[in-house]
Nanobody, 121 residues
Framework: QVQLGESGGGLVQAGGSLRLSCAAS????????MGWYRQAPGKQRELVAT???????NYADSVKGRFTISRVNAKNTVDLQMNSLKPEDTAVYSC???????????????WGQGPQVTVSS
């Protein structure tokens, strides 16, 4: 079994900062990509930022220059530092990991529960 444990989130005023953390645990052979997605009320889920095992990052245009995704201590943990938050960043943020559980298993994806991020104006 694989679990994604998330922390962070909460309520912040516009212009403020929050940090989200996602830790993958369980039987993991290799993680290919970890990232954050978000879903605002009435909208589809969208990519926020991803980080590959080769340290390639990808950001949504709306967060470039404000959000930074990074790996923590070479462990199966990624953080999302969110600065200059805007009310339109309000959403449920979910962590996703694409990984294999052994050398014999195919690639699978796992999702976290998702912390709420609320940015007040």
């Amino acid at each position: 079994q694989v679990q994604l444990g998330e922390s962070g989130g909460g309520l912040v005023q516009a212009g403020g900062s929050l940090r989200l953390s996602c830790a993958a645990s369980g039987t993991i052979y290799r993680i290919y990509t970890m990232g954050w997605y978000r879903q605002a009320p009435g909208k589809q889920r969208e990519l926020v930022a991803t980080l590959t095992s080769g340290n390639t990052t990808n950001y949504a245009d709306s967060v470039k220059g404000r959000f930074t995704i990074s790996r923590v201590n070479a462990k199966n943990t990624v953080d999302l530092q969110m600065n200059s938050l805007k009310p339109e960043d309000t959403a449920v943020y979910s962590c996703r990991a694409a990984l294999t559980r052994s050398m014999w298993n195919g690639r699978e994806q796992y999702w976290g529960q998702g912390p709420q991020v609320t940015v007040s104006s």
